[in-house]
């Protein structure tokens, strides 16, 4: 995929899933990444990819969205436990 402005809403998308409380685990703390990968390849991101590329794609951007919730939280208990 070649245009910036289907990848832009690709990850849009994502996030908005990723976030969705139906794709939140009982514990509330994770993701239930197969329900993001359902989401997403109902709205045919998967056939827009590439098949062969879809899993690899997805699970970057899986990654991604851990390590920036990460950070993000990271962020907060710098600001509210430490003072920083």
Known sequence: MTNPYKF???VK????SANLQENQMPD???I???FVDADMCLRGWDVAFGRDEW???FCKMADD???NDAASKLEVLKKEYLGQ
Do not use: A, P, T
């Not at 998308?13 to 908005?16: A, G, M, P, T, V």
């Open 8 to 10: 832009k809403v690709f």
């Open 13 to 16: 998308q994502f996030n908005e």
């Open 28 to 30: 509330g703390n994770s």
């Open 32 to 34: 239930n990444w197969n």
């Open 55 to 57: 899993d690899s794609i």
């Open 65 to 67: 969205f851990i390590l």
